[in-house]
């Protein structure tokens, strides 16, 4: 039996812990903050409740076979999922307005038609076919099994060519670079709601689409095959289930215990010093927290090797990091008034300026700018669940708006009225979505990256996209084995990069790979 170490309680070190519990080992869990979660966080007030971080669950076979491995309680036992059908709607600023269902490619195919024309939706399935091969080509080796020396291979893009038109016409950009989501998107799609459609994927996992790989189409592919959960009681509760499941396992957690140094002893990590000036000796470390974050716990030397895959970017704000340099601008509404039987469960509310929101959240293109105006209409998601747990009674509605946007640093989030003014042009678009909302409205919260930055420690309040084959590699994230032996990396900002199941993936390799060495290629 070993003794386990784990900074921070995130989605990603909580399933690295349950899974080592079970293995036989004394997992100990230190978490600078006062609970459990990391970025899986409740709001409440006045008979009110909101995510504060992500409000769906996509691949929930994660989760089912982290729950079947660690116990005799399934996660549908602990946790009650439902289908999210509609998957969402989409509203253009043109007044197009498009139900996709949950899960159903034929019904999407039909929606697209119907909204944008025949054969967009066929269009559609040409790209979402293409994607599945992407998936089934990488699934593997960038989601099942640690990241290896040879990551290089995944910096081939997996996104295939159509048959019509040939690699060299298809997926090179002018001037032979790599195509890109966008590139994909104008050439493919045609329709510029179809390219926004799937553009605002990318957006939503912190993605700038123009930069991002081709390969980043396997996002849709995945919601749109394996479909999309809500948890009665919000996301919270699957935290809340992980957390107990962990206690169940022996797991013993320490609140407000910051974690202000790594030991090494031999040349091996030995345990961690807590802000108090105490040590937890172990015989090897989890951090389940921002790879730029270590080297200040390891008196500045760097976790990783020559040729390993770094993070990327300015570990104060998070700017400039491939695959997630991106935060959220949150803003929670308390509505009088039932919620309507049909209204949907998400609604995604087009920006009319594609350009400026990009330029907006991520600057122009190859141009460094750490300098960017908020968007005047950005692309705002609507969250309006159907679930008792959020509301005080009936007769109110719990809503949630988000909007992706620049991390701390480019702008200054800690200015209360700037977020304000931000959070109204939030608001403004959401009326789209729920006509009288203002009218409606009792009060509103807003949270934005700065509140992220204080609650997760995440630099900038930044938010970890998934980890992308494609671009050299520049969407890949740190490996979970460091060049310091014991100490493993676990959570959004290390392999396989940032969401609910990519962090759960990253704990079951954590654990694979101190139950069984260095040499485990993955489950079977």
């Not at 203002?438 to 990256?449: C, F, G, M, N």
Request: overall charge negative.
């Amino acid at each position: 039996m070993a003794r386990i170490a784990v900074i921070g309680a995130g989605m990603g070190a909580m399933a690295a812990a349950a899974r080592l519990a079970v293995a036989g080992h004394q997992v100990a869990v230190y978490e600078r903050g006062r609970t459990h979660g990391g970025g899986v966080g409740r709001f409440e007030r006045d008979g009110f409740a909101f995510d504060t971080g992500p409000g769906l669950l996509h691949l929930p076979a994660v989760y089912r076979d982290l729950f079947v491995k660690t116990g005799k309680e399934t996660l549908e036992q602990c946790v009650e999922l439902t289908q999210v059908d509609p998957a969402s709607r989409h509203l253009f600023a043109d007044g197009t307005d498009v139900l996709l269902p949950n899960a159903s490619r034929a019904g999407v195919v039909r929606a697209l038609d119907d909204a944008f024309g025949a054969g967009a939706g066929e269009r559609w399935s040409d790209l979402v076919n293409r994607a599945r091969e992407a998936w089934d080509a990488t699934r593997r080796p960038l989601l099942e099994e640690p990241l290896r020396a040879d990551w290089r291979a995944l910096g081939r893009d997996p996104y295939p060519a159509p048959a019509r038109r040939g690699i060299s016409g298809w997926l090179r950009r002018d001037g032979g670079r790599p195509a890109t989501l966008a590139d994909v998107a104008r050439r493919e799609l045609k329709d510029p709601r179809a390219a926004a459609l799937l553009e605002s994927h990318a957006l939503a996992h912190s993605l700038d689409p123009r930069t991002a790989p081709a390969g980043a189409a396997v996002l849709p592919y995945l919601e749109q095959t394996f479909g999309t959960w809500y948890a009665r009681g919000g996301m919270r509760a699957l935290a809340d289930a992980l957390y107990e499941r962990c206690r169940a396992r022996k797991v013993r957690f320490g609140f407000g215990a910051e974690v202000v140094g790594i030991l090494e002893k031999d040349g091996r990590a030995a345990g961690v010093e807590l802000a108090d000036g105490s040590v937890a000796e172990a015989d090897a470390v989890v951090a389940g927290i921002a790879p730029a974050l270590l080297p200040a716990l390891l008196g500045g030397a760097e976790p990783w090797r020559d040729g390993d895959v770094r993070p990327v970017g300015d570990p104060a704000t998070g700017a400039g990091a491939g695959g997630g340099a991106a935060g959220r601008l949150t803003v929670f509404l308390a509505l009088r008034g039932a919620r309507p039987r049909d209204a949907v469960h998400r609604t995604v509310v087009h920006t009319p300026d594609r350009e400026a929101e990009l330029a907006a959240v991520f600057g122009e293109v190859g141009d460094g700018s750490g300098t960017r105006e908020p968007c005047p209409r950005p692309t705002v998601t609507v969250l309006r669940p159907d679930d008792p747990t959020t509301r005080p009674d009936e007769d109110h509605e719990a809503v949630t708006l988000t909007a992706t946007v620049a991390p701390h640093g480019p702008v200054d989030w800690i200015d209360g009225p700037a977020a304000e003014q931000d959070a109204d042009r939030l608001v403004a678009a959401a009326e789209a979505a729920i006509p009288g909302l203002r009218d409606r409205l009792l009060w509103q919260e807003v949270r934005t990256p700065a509140d992220t930055a204080a609650d997760t420690a995440a630099p900038g309040g930044a938010v970890p996209g998934p980890a992308l084959a494609g671009a050299d590699g520049r969407f890949l994230r740190p490996a979970n084995l460091t060049r310091l032996p014991g100490l493993y990396l676990a959570g959004g900002w290390a392999h396989p990069g940032g969401g609910l199941a990519h962090a759960g993936m990253s704990g079951a390799m954590v654990a694979g790979l101190i139950v069984d060495g260095a040499d485990w290629r993955g489950s079977q």
